[in-house]
């Protein structure tokens, strides 16, 4: 018998479970919402750690150390998001996408919320980096179950022509957050002058009750991807864990499909995080500068994610995510004497071209990934897929780029391993195969 009991052979023209009308629209703007509040909780935190979070909760430690060590906290959200897309793929395969999914916002919401309550290293000392490192475990947890599930329900209530647009709804949620993100910590930087350190810090935290509801109530408007009702139906589902068949008979397109996508993310990591704490530090920049110039960069991926995805449906998923990648990785010899000459004007435009060409390699990877596996392990496989590739670029990136600077290798080693990781994921592009017109309900082992 095989692991995935399956009897899926309808085409496209023969749905029987189409969604109503509205449910595609609501089901996008769920996921655009859901993402948009998990990664304004997530690049909060990644702003926290950049600016505040090594003097306040590891205050023992050198300041060099505590940048260190405070982005270890950082990559320890990265670190559970693998752990959470299997959790969190599970019950999304064998119970459904969308309770799923409402657990996955709640979470993060109570988390963040609890962050910005948090005692600091001088009121209980350890236990503070302790409380902090168990949220942001949390915190990580969450996502790693929610940018899956929130791929594989749009594109699940997508057809075939505009799969990579309703896709990158959680693309561009992800930049919404992240812009909301800089935009929170630049006004209150600026609004709170030297009361920053003290609490300031903590409102862009506090904030999140207000993306928390509004996430929630658009979930439980929304109804089960008619993909998942109709696999269910017939009893197409996984006889094994689906964790254990991702690793059995997909573990080829898990590893390029992370591969894809870890050196894109991994200059925008470092971009976001790294180089906020090495400005500050090491070029004498302004801290309320480099967030506004990451707001500016991030702007431009917002308006970048949905031309990207229109592109991706009507030239192909791979074609724009090698068009992104090799952009990316040529922009990092302009960057290096950017980031090297403290111009200010060097440093905006750098941002912008680097959050640009990163829409480019981000639109088209949530159609993409959703084409790679099968409806009852999809969940699990398009999570891994993903978070994977944020362990590697988003997690150890900031940390190896904050290690390596720390040896005395200096910043261009920093752009070294960019490039590096940037030709693997053109290697991994290669390889992938091509997968626009295929059938979501008819996905088989196509690497």
């Not at 180089?275 to 967030?291: C, D, K, P, Q």
């Not at 988003?394 to 904050?402: D, N």
């Not at 053109?426 to 997968?435: M, Q």
């Amino acid at each position: 018998m095989s692991e995935i009991e399956s009897s899926e052979v309808a085409t496209q023209s023969s749905v029987p479970h189409a969604p109503p009308p509205r449910q595609p629209k609501r089901v996008w703007f769920s996921s655009f919402i859901g993402a948009a509040i998990e990664f304004y909780d997530f690049s909060i935190y990644a702003t926290a750690a950049a600016l505040v979070f090594g003097p306040l909760f590891f205050s023992p430690a050198q300041a060099s150390v505590g940048v260190v060590l405070s982005f270890l906290t950082l990559a320890a959200g990265y670190i559970a998001r693998p752990v959470g897309a299997i959790v969190f793929g599970h019950f999304g395969d064998k119970i459904g996408r969308k309770t799923t999914l409402i657990t996955t916002v709640v979470l993060m919401g109570v988390a963040t919320t609890l962050i910005g309550v948090l005692p600091t290293y001088e009121s209980v000392g350890a236990l503070a980096p302790v409380l902090l490192i168990t949220l942001r475990v949390i915190q990580g947890l969450s996502v790693g179950g929610e940018w899956g599930g929130a791929v594989v329900m749009t594109t699940e209530h997508s057809s075939t022509k505009n799969r990579s647009f309703m896709g990158s709804a959680t693309a561009m949620g992800s930049a919404l957050g992240v812009l909301l993100g800089f935009a929170a910590f630049s006004i209150v930087v600026s609004a709170t002058g030297d009361n920053f350190l003290t609490w300031g810090w903590r409102l862009p935290f506090l904030a999140t009750v207000v993306l928390f509801g509004l996430a929630v109530y658009m979930r439980l408007r929304i109804t089960e991807s008619p993909v998942m009702v109709e696999a269910a139906e017939k009893n197409a589902r996984a006889t094994k864990l689906p964790i254990t068949i991702i690793f059995t008979q997909y573990a080829r397109p898990v590893a390029l499909a992370a591969g894809v996508f870890a050196g894109p993310f991994m200059i925008q990591s470092c971009l976001g995080t790294f180089f906020i704490s090495y400005g500050v530090a090491e070029l004498g920049m302004t801290r309320s500068f480099l967030l506004n110039a990451s707001i500016i960069g991030v702007a431009f991926s917002f308006i970048g994610i949905p031309i990207g995805g229109l592109l991706a449906d009507k030239f192909g998923r791979r074609r724009v995510l090698a068009v992104g990648v090799t952009l990316a990785t040529l922009n990092l010899l302009a960057l290096y004497p950017l980031f090297t000459s403290t111009n200010n004007v060097g440093v905006v435009v750098g941002y912008v071209l680097v959050f640009t060409f990163h829409s480019l390699c981000l639109a088209p990877i949530g159609a993409l990934y959703s084409e790679l596996f099968p409806t009852a392990v999809r969940y699990t496989g398009v999570g891994m897929s993903y978070q994977i590739s944020s362990l590697i670029g988003g997690g150890l990136g900031p940390v190896a780029a904050s290690l390596l600077v720390a040896k005395g290798l200096g910043i261009g080693s920093v752009f070294v391993m960019l490039a590096i990781f940037c030709i693997i994921a053109g290697f991994c592009i290669y390889h992938l195969p091509r997968t626009d017109d295929i059938d979501l309900r008819d996905v088989g082992t196509l690497v």
